[in-house]
């Protein structure tokens, strides 16, 4: 393992750190309460208070005083020089039937707004009703079939906003 991968870059709000893995061995932190810790740092004693948490990003208070504190180890470092960093989430802007067949029902609205993985209509092809679900969350812009219609392969079924 590299001396990189040994330290963390800690942002904390818009200040940023170098934390390393030693520093932090060497820090005396108490835990006092589940989500609430005691710390000692240049003779101070701070209370911190864990208000919510994913696996590298901490919103903690101190006090009345909130701080989102976002944590990247030498793999998510490694990443950002390699230029991974930045990845793109692909947005559909078009359902589109997987599969000719006839449109059975139609689970949604124009407008309405839609989450990933939620049935937007169910389609019936070769004698088999196939639910059509939400590539990922959006608005429905505009449907494009009706209920009873046959359908082709590859044809727009509902527009995303």
Known sequence: MSQQNNNYQVKVNNFSFELTAEALQQADIIQVQPNMYHLLEQHQSVTVTIVSSTDKHVTVAIGEERFEVAIKDGFDQMLDQLGFSKVSVKQVKDVKAPMPGLVLSIAVTEGQAVKE?????????????????????????????????????????????
């Open 117 to 161: 993985n939620e049935r937007i209509l169910i389609l019936e092809a070769m004698k088999m009703e196939n639910s059509i679900l939400m590539p990922n969350d959006a608005v429905i812009k505009r449907i494009a079939v009706k209920p009873g219609q046959a359908v082709e392969k590859g044809q727009v079924l509902i527009e995303l906003a």
